[in-house]
C-alpha cells in the first residue's frame, strides 16, 4: 500500500520504517531539510535500538524515501500519516500549529480520495478541525475531493519504539467510517496477526484514550514518589512496598518505581495538554493537577537531599551526574529531570561532571560550551574528583559499578541514587554514604 507520513522524528521514522518493512511503499515528508538530507545520507538522527537496521535495508530496496517535497507527498499515499510534534503551548494546552499545517498542505495538494490518519497526540476534537482545514483548503482551490480522517494515536515507546510498532499491544483505530475501518485493517494487520489487537471505536473515544494512558502512567509514577517520600520520614523502605504492592495483579509492578520524576516529550505535556482539556469544559482535573505537582516536586528532591548534606554549601562543589536522557535507550533530553537538577545545581554555585551513554551529542546541542558543565567519555570520568555521585537515569551500565574504582575517583565516598539502583547495605559495606529515594537515610 502507499503511505506517506508527516513528521519524520521518533513516532514518524518509525512508521515510516516499519510500515515499509511490512512490505509497504512508503515516502516520508518533513519540513526539516538538514534531518531528511542525514536520512537521505543513511544517517538516523536519533537513537533507537534497531531502527538503523530497517531504515537502510528499505531505503535500499525502495520502499522508504525521505523527501522535504510536500506535494510529491500528497500525491504519492493513500494513507497520509500526521505524526508531527503538538508541543504544549505557553498555556499547557496542545499547540495544533504542525498538525493544522499539514492538513493545510493536504488539502492544497490532494488530487484523489485519501485518508489522513492523525497519530501526533492530539486533544479531542482535532479530527474535526483536520477535516475543516481540509475542506476550506479544498473550497478555495474550487476542489470536491472525497476524503476521511481517523484518529490512530501512538503507543510506542522511546528506546522500544520498533519493537512496540512491531509487536503493538493495541492499535486503537477512531473512525465512523467502515470502509476506513477495513483499510487500516489491512495496513496493520502484519503486526496484529498473532492475536486480535485491533481496537475500533469513534473518534472522540480514541483520541481520548491516547492521553487517559498517559495520564494513568504518569499518576502510577506520581503516586509512588508520592509514597516513597512518606515511606523515608516514616522509617519504611519504599522499595520493599514496591514489591509488596506489585505482587497484586490488581497493581502490578510495571511503573511503580519511585525516582527522580518522570520526563520525556509526552506525560509531562500530555498530562497538562488533559488538565487544560478539562478545564475547558469546565471540569476541575484535581487528580492530574495533583500528578503534575508531584512530579515538580519530585525533580527537586535528589537537590534537596544534597543541600542537607552539605549544609546549604553547595556553592563550589563538583557533582558527577550519571545519566541524562530522561530514560535509558534513548538520547532524548526533552523534559529530562536531569535538567532541572542540573540547573538547581548551577542556581546554588556547583559544577557538573556529566556522563550519559548516548545523550552526549544532544547535551552538548543543549547546553553548548560552559565551564561548570564537563560532558565525559564515561561513568569513571565523571566521578573523577567529583564531591559526590549523583545517578539520574536508570541505564544497565550504572547496576553494576566497581565500588572500589568509584570510591577511589570521587573525592568523598558519596551517592545519591535518583533511581534506587543498589543494595543499601552492599554500598555501605563499600563505604559510601547512601542516599537513595524513599528509603532510609544515612
Ligand atoms: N516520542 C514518543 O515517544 C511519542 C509516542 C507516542 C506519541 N507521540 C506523539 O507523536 C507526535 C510526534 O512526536 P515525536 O516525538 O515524533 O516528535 P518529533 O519532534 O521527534 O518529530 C516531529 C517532526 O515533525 C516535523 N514537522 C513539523 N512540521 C511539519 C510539517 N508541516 N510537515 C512535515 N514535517 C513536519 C518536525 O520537523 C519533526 O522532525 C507528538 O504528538 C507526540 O506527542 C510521541
Not at 480522517?149 to 503507543?155: I, K, M, Q, R
Not at 484514550?209 to 523502605?237: C, H, P
Amino acid at each position: 500500500m502507499k503511505v506517506t507520513v508527516f513528521g519524520s522524528g521518533y513516532v514518524g521514522l518509525v512508521t515510516g520504517a516499519c510500515l515499509a518493512e511490512a512490505g509497504n511503499d512508503v515516502v516520508c515528508v518533513d519540513i526539516d531539510a538538514r534531518k531528511i538530507e542525514r536520512l537521505n545520507h543513511g544517517e538516523i538522527p536519533i537513537h533507537e535500538p534497531g531502527l538503523d537496521v530497517i531504515v537502510k535495508r528499505n531505503a535500499e530496496a525502495g520502499r522508504l524515501q525521505f523527501t522535504t517535497d510536500a506535494k510529491r507527498g500528497v500525491e504519492h499515499g493513500l494513507f497520509q500519516i500526521i505524526a508531527v510534534g503538538t508541543p504544549p503551548d505557553e498555556d499547557g494546552s496542545a499547540d495544533l500549529r504542525y498538525v493544522l499545517a499539514v492538513a493545510r498542505t493536504i488539502g492544497t495538494h490532494m488530487s484523489r480520495y485519501s485518508i489522513l490518519i492523525t497519530k501526533s497526540t492530539v486533544p479531542v476534537g482535532t479530527a474535526d478541525k483536520v477535516r475543516a482545514e481540509v475542506d476550506k483548503t479544498l473550497r478555495e482551490h474550487g476542489a470536491q475531493i472525497e476524503f476521511d480522517v481517523v484518529s490512530n494515536p501512538e503507543f510506542l515507546k522511546e528506546g522500544a519504539a520498533v519493537q512496540d510498532f512491531m509487536k503493538p499491544d493495541r492499535v486503537v483505530i477512531g473512525t465512523d467510517n467502515p470502509r476506513t475501518t477495513e483499510l487500516l485493517r489491512a495496513l496493520y494487520e502484519p503486526f496484529t496477526r498473532n492475536h486480535d489487537r485491533f481496537i475500533v471505536m469513534d473518534i472522540r473515544s480514541s483520541e481520548l484514550t491516547k492521553y487517559a494512558a498517559n495520564a494513568m502512567l504518569a499518576t502510577k509514577i506520581s503516586f509512588m514518589n508520592e509514597l516513597a517520600n512518606i515511606a523515608e520520614r516514616v522509617g519504611a523502605d519504599i522499595e520493599k512496598v514496591r514489591v509488596g504492592i506489585g505482587s497484586d495483579p490488581r497493581i502490578g509492578y510495571s511503573f511503580i518505581y519511585p525516582g527522580a520524576g518522570y520526563g520525556g516529550s509526552c506525560f509531562p505535556k500530555d498530562v497538562q495538554a488533559l488538565v487544560r482539556s478539562a478545564r475547558e469544559v469546565g471540569h476541575q482535573p484535581e487528580i492530574l493537577s495533583a500528578v503534575e505537582s508531584v512530579n515538580a516536586r519530585q525533580k527537586e528532591v535528589l537537590v534537596q537531599k544534597m543541600r542537607r548534606h552539605f549544609a546549604e554549601q553547595l556553592a563550589g562543589k563538583t557533582i558527577a551526574l550519571w545519566g541524562l536522557a530522561f530514560k535509558p535507550n534513548t538520547d532524548d533530553m526533552r523534559e529530562a529531570p536531569a535538567r532541572r537538577i542540573i540547573d538547581l545545581l548551577w542556581q546554588a554555585g556547583a559544577r557538573v561532571r556529566a556522563y550519559d551513554p548516548v545523550a552526549r551529542d544532544e547535551a552538548q546541542r543543549i547546553y553548548g560550551e560552559r565551564e561548570d558543565l564537563v560532558l565525559c567519555k564515561s561513568a569513571y570520568e565523571a566521578a573523577e574528583g567529583a564531591d559526590a555521585l549523583a545517578i539520574i537515569t536508570e541505564w544497565q551500565e550504572f547496576r553494576s559499578p566497581d565500588f572500589e574504582r568509584l570510591k577511589s575517583l570521587l573525592k568523598s565516598a558519596l551517592i545519591f541514587d535518583g533511581r534506587n539502583l543498589y543494595d543499601p547495605a552492599l554500598v555501605k559495606r563499600f563505604g559510601f554514604k547512601y542516599f537513595a529515594i524513599g528509603r532510609a537515610q544515612p
